[in-house]
């Protein structure tokens, strides 16, 4: 009778030791951070290239980093996502702004509910943010930009620019830096019209050089910003027999640029690779929920270091495809 009252408390002992031992572990799991990115457009190659930064990040920090982008380049859509993620509790929510004005009350209203909350790669005003973690240097690369036209199409004539949107931070950012600039260097250069939208989107921007090559026969260049856009205009260079005659610079993927680097249509690609920018906004979210400081010169693990100036993170910079190097990048 002992012997059996001995062996019923060492079953319910090993029992209530292996209930403990899941539900420790269970809550373990649940205690990952939850850090979502929400990108201006989901899926593109860009954005889905950014996504491969937030998973390396899951796996080597064992955090849940992921990514919820609205599949039109809609403003409200955006909103719309951070509104459901604040409802949801996650502990970090990451924004590539389309418009950073619509985009600061939700953001206040996130922080004001314990979430933190980052823009990446388009900045939003630093009152509704604890970092902006930039691509790079948006002067530095805006100049850049109007360099390289120039390279391509002389330091003389009609140009051309598309964008993504009109209140597209980043590329509002390049387009201002590029023109001031160009105003002091290159003041034989004439922009031949607004900025033109396209919202990033490669038919919008074949189309749309169509169009601005039957208005502006004169024309000897094209700044495309946004990934979709170089690939749209050199599309249309190429079908109208003028690859040579135009000059087609701008920022997207050397995946997205490869084809048209190839046959000339386009002259040069540049940007940064997506997947670092995301893994270092993903490590920088992590770094402040678990109050660790972020300094100036720190080493991003695998990356580089930062610089740090204020609320701004700058990563990097940019690199320059061209038809000799492109097939040594994979992105």
């Known amino acids: 009778m002992i012997k059996r009252c001995l062996l019923l408390v060492l079953v319910l002992v090993l029992v209530v030791g292996f209930v403990s031992f899941a539900e420790s572990t269970i809550t373990t799991a649940s205690e990952k951070w939850v850090i979502v990115d929400v990108p201006k457009l989901a899926p593109t190659p860009y954005f889905d290239r950014g996504a491969m930064g937030l998973k390396e990040a899951s796996e080597k920090y064992g955090i849940d980093a992921y990514q919820i982008g609205a599949i039109d380049f809609d403003s409200s859509a955006q909103v719309k996502i951070v509104e459901d993620l604040i409802a949801r509790g996650v502990d970090a929510i990451l924004v590539c702004a389309i418009d950073p004005n619509s985009m600061v009350p939700v953001l206040k209203r996130a922080a004001d509910s314990g979430i933190l909350t980052m823009a990446y790669s388009s900045p939003v005003n630093e009152s509704a943010i604890t970092w902006d973690v930039r691509s790079l240097d948006d002067k530095e690369f805006g100049e850049h930009l109007w360099d390289t036209l120039v390279q391509f199409m002389g330091d003389s004539g009609e140009y051309a620019v598309l964008t993504g949107q009109i209140n597209t931070p980043d590329h509002t950012m390049w387009f201002n830096y590029g023109i001031e600039y160009a105003k002091a260097k290159y003041p034989n250069l004439k922009l031949v019209t607004e900025r033109i939208p396209t919202d990033e989107k490669l038919e919008v921007a074949y189309a749309t050089t169509i169009d601005l ?62 997947k670092g920018v995301s893994f270092v906004a993903a490590y920088i979210a992590m770094l402040t929920l678990e109050k660790k400081p972020i300094t100036d010169g720190m080493e991003i693990p695998g990356f580089g270091k930062i610089k740090l100036n204020g609320k701004v993170i700058i990563p990097g910079s940019y690199t320059d495809f061209t038809k000799e190097n492109v097939d040594n990048y994979l992105f």
């Open 213 to 274: 090559l039957k208005t502006y026969p004169n024309l000897k260049g094209i700044i495309g910003l946004g990934a979709g856009n170089p690939p749209g205009i050199a599309k249309a260079i190429r079908d109208k027999g003028l690859i040579g005659k135009i000059a087609v610079v701008g920022s997207t993927l050397p995946s997205m640029g490869k084809e048209y680097l190839k046959d000339g249509s386009l002259s040069i690609g540049s940007l940064w690779d997506p």
